[in-house]
């Protein structure tokens, strides 16, 4: 089929990256907005909008039975999830399906699979992958028993989900009653599902991931990303291809997530994430993200690929028309987050109107954002503002690009995380390339 009208269910950044795309392609752009997003720039530049619902996105963004609905009238034939909301939701690529439009994403068996962490590590092993010691913990009993058996420190993570979400690092045997309790709570928070599991935590570990493409018959790598600069589990700056691995290493990693993805039958974009020992580089699988990534334009500016041209042109019944030997990427690739947050505040969300905004630009210089002059963020949803992302011959020239291009970054009425990206990319470790993720314990002030 070919795809004539996309509904994108999403907001943002991302709206908007999705509509540059298909409006290339020429594809008729719907996106759903809430209450709060009407006026935004990505409503603004799509070809037409179409009411959600009111601000809070339990109202609009989540709400399957409205975005299916307003799909449907809106005769779209397709629907880009984006990240995040129902971007990997079962069920809402199940009702889709029922009204007979196209996810721009897995199947369902995939989303069913991947969502569930546990699942998810069974399958990792099912396809040959090697996974951290741990495992289900159903009850605050099992989950003792198998804290014994995977020693301290450890982690709990949520079954249900990612992002940081759920997740709390235990040291001490004193400490696990009082971890497992928040770590149910947020889960319950954020995904609906309380539930938990143990996993061995490594103290120099590196989180690398591996950007795949899949047609559900034929799948490819497009190198590796390294997103271990994080702050309480989220991620802060990626870069691509992950520094100071090496080659083999590099292609053992590569290899294990295509072989999953062969595995799986997967179809359209997704990745991989390993955490990898920072000493001796053995990898264990973490998880498959069953969307397009926050940080997938650090991957398409060292290969020159549109990954979501190739989510689209899948999801319309293409073949993968790339094959391995035809990715050869170039150059290093750096991505920092700019967030609507107040440093001086515990980096407190801090929504508002933007006064003035003034992003960077010039070779090499990407800025993939949904704010401008007099823009908003609202409360009601992540603080993102926009994405810089740089690109250079080399990793130095990347590093000597960020450098400047941030110290031309103006934001007016309200704080950002522009000063903590200009502090980390300054620091002597960050530079010499190859950092773990506990790298912003050693940051300097």
């Not at 720039?41 to 009411?51: K, N, Y």
């Not at 990792?124 to 014994?148: D, I, N, Q, S, Y």
Request: net charge negative.
């Amino acid at each position: 089929m070919t795809i004539k009208r996309l509904f994108i269910a999403n907001r943002g950044e991302i709206a908007r990256r999705v509509i540059r795309t298909a409006s290339r392609m020429g594809i008729t752009t719907v996106l759903g907005v809430s209450e709060a997003d009407k006026a935004s720039l990505p409503a603004r530049e799509a070809d037409e909008t179409v009411l959600l619902g009111p601000a809070p996105s339990s109202q609009s963004y989540l709400v399957i039975e409205k975005v299916v609905a307003a799909a449907r009238e809106a005769n779209c034939d397709a629907v880009h999830p984006g990240y995040g909301f129902l971007s990997e939701n079962a069920e809402f690529a199940r009702a889709l399906k029922a009204a007979g439009i196209v996810l721009a994403g897995p199947d369902v068996a995939t989303l069913e699979s991947m969502g569930d962490k546990l699942a998810a590590r069974r399958i990792a092993v099912e396809a040959g992958l090697p996974v951290l010691p741990g495992g289900e913990a159903a009850t605050r009993e099992a989950v003792h028993a198998r804290a014994a058996e995977t020693g301290y420190p450890l982690l709990l993570k949520a079954v249900a989900g990612g992002g940081g979400k759920g997740m709390r690092r235990v040291d001490r045997k004193e400490d696990l009653d009082a971890a497992l309790d928040m770590a149910q709570a947020e889960a319950q928070a954020a995904f609906g599902n309380g539930a938990v599991y143990v996993e061995r935590f490594v103290g120099k570990g590196r989180h690398v991931e591996v950007q795949i493409l899949g047609d559900g018959t034929s799948a490819i790598h497009l190198g590796t990303r390294d997103c271990s600069i994080q702050r309480r589990f989220q991620k802060l700056v990626e870069e691509a291809p992950a520094p100071a691995i090496p080659d083999a290493a590099r292609e053992s990693i590569e290899n294990a997530a295509v072989k999953l993805a062969r595995h799986l039958q997967y179809r359209g974009a997704g990745t991989a994430e390993f955490l990898v020992d920072a000493a001796d580089f053995s990898f264990y699988f973490l998880e498959l993200n069953a969307r397009i990534q926050v940080e997938h334009p650090v991957t398409e500016a060292i290969t020159g690929v549109d990954l979501v041209e190739q989510q689209l042109l899948v999801a319309g019944g293409k073949p993968l028309g790339l094959t391995q030997a035809m990715v050869r990427p170039f150059g290093h690739a750096i991505e920092v987050r700019i967030n609507a947050e107040d440093p001086e505040h515990d980096f407190r969300p801090a929504p508002g109107r933007v006064a003035g905004a003034a992003w960077p630009a010039g070779p090499g210089v990407r800025v993939d954002t949904h704010i401008a002059d007099d823009g908003e963020i609202p409360p009601f949803y992540d603080s993102l503002m926009g994405k810089l992302i740089v690109h250079g011959s080399t990793r130095e020239e990347a590093v000597a690009r960020l450098s400047a291009a941030l110290a031309s970054i103006r934001i007016d009425g309200m704080p950002t995380t522009a000063p903590l990206h200009r502090r980390i990319v300054a620091d002597p470790r960050f530079v010499a390339g190859g950092v773990d993720t506990a790298f912003l314990q050693g940051l300097a002030k």
